[in-house]
């Protein structure tokens, strides 16, 4: 025993000894309450390292997307009616006057059969954004090429069918007053689309011109949905859980960062009393 180090079992340099002894002769950690305030660490094989796997919704096979989709498209070529009627009730008639040789406009340059081409522009275009923005939500399990054929071809077909629904619109009672009208009288010719229709090359018909306006609307609609969303995979995912179950921590393996502990006792400081 010297002077600095008056006990010989306790080291000099301030180290912490292995254990201390207690009343029974049992070890015990030195600092009981370091450990507490560490608390249990959790296995590396339990421990995810970051936010957990999130299981998707499953997608279905390709015949319910099939059939979906062709629901879908379906239910958008019916639309084409009353699309076809607000076209034909918003377009003006182009005024003809019956002559001596036959029916003739009654203006040099009439302006309404440009109307009507604009109008059915404007509303095919916003019916066709209407349609992808509808499928999206509606088919929202089937969202991706097979959704985007299905707003693309049904506006399409929902285009021919309000041309044909249309155009019709009094066309029946134009024909008639063009056999029986009196000379120098007036009447109004029904909206015909003069921009747009189908050409026949052989045996396939060939939409051109504005009654293509829905189908690009229906395109560029959808796809810029799909460029918006939040989800890789376009459909909805469900949002993660935070089990709380007994050995699984959802924090980082590394150890954490244990509190304050009292400091080690001095050299030089007295020892407790011993049983």
Not at 17 to 35: C, I, K, M, Q
């Amino acid at each position: 025993m010297s002077a600095d180090n008056p006990d010989p079992d306790r080291p000099s340099s301030g180290a912490v000894p292995p254990y201390v002894e207690s009343p029974g002769d049992r070890p015990a950690a030195p600092y009981p309450d370091r450990a507490a305030a560490i608390g249990p660490v959790p296995p590396a094989s339990l421990t995810w390292y970051g936010a957990p796997p999130v299981a998707g919704t499953p997608r279905p096979g390709l015949r319910p997307q099939l059939g979906w989709a062709a629901a879908g498209a379906f239910g958008v070529v019916i639309l084409g009616v009353p699309l076809g009627l607000l076209w034909a009730a918003l377009a003006p008639d182009t005024p003809v006057v019956q002559t001596e040789s036959g029916a003739v406009y009654g203006e040099s340059q009439p302006e309404q059969p440009i109307a009507a081409d604009g109008w059915f522009s404007l509303l095919g275009l916003g019916f066709g954004i209407v349609v992808a923005v509808g499928l999206w939500f509606l088919l929202r399990r089937f969202r991706g090429p097979i959704g985007l054929a299905a707003a693309v071809l049904g506006s399409l077909g929902a285009a021919l069918v309000a041309w044909q629904v249309g155009q019709r619109v009094g066309l029946a009672t134009f024909e008639r007053l063009l056999v029986t009208a009196a000379e120098g009288q007036t009447f109004g010719q029904p909206a015909q689309l003069r921009a747009g229709g189908v050409e026949w090359v052989g045996l396939l018909p060939v939409p051109y011109g504005n009654v293509l306006l829905p189908a690009f609307g229906a395109a560029v609609g959808y796809t810029l949905l799909a460029g918006w969303s939040r989800w890789p995979s376009l459909r909805p995912e469900p949002t993660p859980e935070w089990p709380a179950g007994p050995g699984v921590s959802w924090a980082s393996a590394e150890t954490p960062t244990p509190s304050a502990a009292p400091e080690p006792p001095g050299p030089g400081a007295a020892e407790p009393p011993r049983g």
